[in-house]
């Protein structure tokens, strides 16, 4: 990664990402609560269906309108458009060879 992507996805984070951070809903947080009667949740939607997995990305409009489908109505509502304007900085970005530490903290 060129210093310059670095510096455009650390504004990008600074500018749309961080101020997220406040947001409650996005954080889930550990409050003691008295035990519930039961571990079953209702959900408000039936069972995922084959369209749920599907994605459209035809072009970066479909992307974006993908991204901003899954997160319509929640704190990231409009934040696919925003991303996908900031992916063409790095259609040269070169991988290293190197897998990240990070990647194995997620497992």
Request: aromatic share 12%; net charge neutral; hydrophobic share 40%.
């Given at each position: 990664?060129?210093?310059?992507?670095?510096?455009?996805?650390?504004?990008?984070?600074?500018?749309?990402?961080?101020?997220?951070?406040?947001?409650?809903?996005?954080?889930?947080?550990?409050?003691a609560q008295e035990p519930a009667p039961s571990y079953w949740v209702v959900r408000d939607r039936g069972p995922l269906r084959r369209a749920d997995f599907e994605l459209r990305?035809?072009?970066?409009?479909?992307?974006?309108?993908?991204?901003?489908?899954?997160?319509?109505?929640?704190?990231?509502?409009?934040?696919?458009?925003?991303?996908?304007?900031?992916?063409?900085?790095?259609?040269?970005?070169?991988?290293?060879?190197?897998?990240?530490?990070?990647?194995?903290?997620?497992?």
């Amino acid at each position: 990664m060129t210093r310059r992507q670095r510096r455009a996805l650390e504004r990008f984070f600074r500018r749309e990402l961080l101020p997220l951070s406040a947001r409650e809903e996005i954080w889930r947080r550990e409050e003691a609560q008295e035990p519930a009667p039961s571990y079953w949740v209702v959900r408000d939607r039936g069972p995922l269906r084959r369209a749920d997995f599907e994605l459209r990305l035809d072009d970066s409009d479909a992307i974006a309108e993908t991204l901003d489908g899954f997160w319509r109505g929640g704190p990231l509502e409009g934040l696919g458009r925003r991303f996908v304007a900031l992916s063409p900085r790095f259609r040269d970005t070169r991988l290293d060879a190197e897998v990240s530490a990070f990647v194995y903290e997620m497992f």
